[in-house]
Nanobody, 130 residues
Framework: QVQLVESGGGLVQAGGSLRLSCTAS????????MGWFRQAAGKEREGVSCISRDGVKYYPSFVKGRFTISRDNAKNTLYLQMNSLKPEDTAMYYCAAGRIMRRYGGSWYCRLTADDYNYWGQGTQVTVSS
């Protein structure tokens, strides 16, 4: 049984930082692309970052330079370091695992397409006050 458990959310002032963690069990962590998604109240879910099994990372423009995704395969854990947080970053943050990746030039690449991910955590709330 696959489980993804997020932690590290909370309330922070604008400009502050948080580090989210996602611990996985029940799967071969190294084989999976891992992603972070978020959903704010009344809005569509959006992808925040992903990291392939090769460690290739992808960020959309609205978080590039502020968020950093990383993984520790020995600990089956995914991280999201979030700096320079803004009120618009307020959302429930979810981690996800999937095996759909694209191979280019000898490396695997992930996408922030929800359908690429089979397993999802329950989420951790991030609230950024202005």
């Amino acid at each position: 049984q696959v489980q993804l458990v997020e932690s590290g959310g909370g309330l922070v002032q604008a400009g502050g930082s948080l580090r989210l963690s996602c611990t996985a069990s029940g799967l071969t962590f190294d084989d999976y692309a891992m992603g972070w998604f978020r959903q704010a109240a009344g809005k569509e879910r959006e992808g925040v970052s992903c990291i392939s099994r090769d460690g290739v990372k992808y960020y959309p423009s609205f978080v590039k330079g502020r968020f950093t995704i990383s993984r520790d395969n020995a600990k089956n854990t995914l991280y999201l370091q979030m700096n320079s947080l803004k009120p618009e970053d307020t959302a429930m943050y979810y981690c996800a695992a999937g095996r759909i990746m694209r191979r280019y030039g000898g490396s695997w690449y992930c996408r922030l397409t929800a359908d690429d991910y089979n397993y999802w955590g329950q989420g951790t709330q991030v609230t950024v006050s202005s």
